[in-house]
């Protein structure tokens, strides 16, 4: 059992920079592969980013490469998603999520999900 807390969504400008955090809570964290995804209204929710239990391996969604790094520190049981360069279509509830899966780009490979947080990015 996994409990999983978004934080650091915001309004920024375009061109501006977020770190979202996510805050794990309940047993093997560290062995969990995160992710990262995003809904924005009327759209399908989307693969963002993810990175495997050691952190060795990372993935990203072809629009946020060079933009976004996700990163974690097993230690402090979170999971962080820097964005910069940061677009209006970027606008978006985001999403962590944790699970233990082959494929980490498709939300099916996870079994516990936050709550999400709000990212909107104005013109």
């Known amino acids: 059992q996994v409990q999983l807390v978004e934080s650091g969504g915001g309004l920024v400008q375009a061109g501006g920079s977020l770190r979202l955090s996510c805050a794990a809570s309940?047993?093997?964290?560290?062995?969990?592969?995160m992710g990262w995804f995003r809904q924005a209204p009327g759209k399908e929710r989307e693969f963002v980013a993810a990175?495997?239990?050691?952190?060795?391996?990372?993935y990203y969604q072809d629009s946020v490469k060079g933009r976004f790094t996700i990163s974690r520190d097993n230690a402090k049981n979170t999971v962080y998603l820097q964005m910069n360069g940061l677009k209006p279509e970027d606008t978006a509830v985001y999403y962590c999520?944790?699970?233990?899966?082959?494929?980490?780009?498709?939300?099916?490979?996870?079994?516990?999900w936050g709550q999400g947080t709000q990212v909107t990015v104005s013109s």
């Open positions: 999520a944790a699970g233990s899966r082959w494929y980490l780009d498709r939300s099916s490979s996870y079994d516990y």
């Open positions: 309940g047993r093997t964290f560290s062995t969990d592969d």
């Open positions: 990175i495997r239990w050691s952190g060795g391996s990372t």
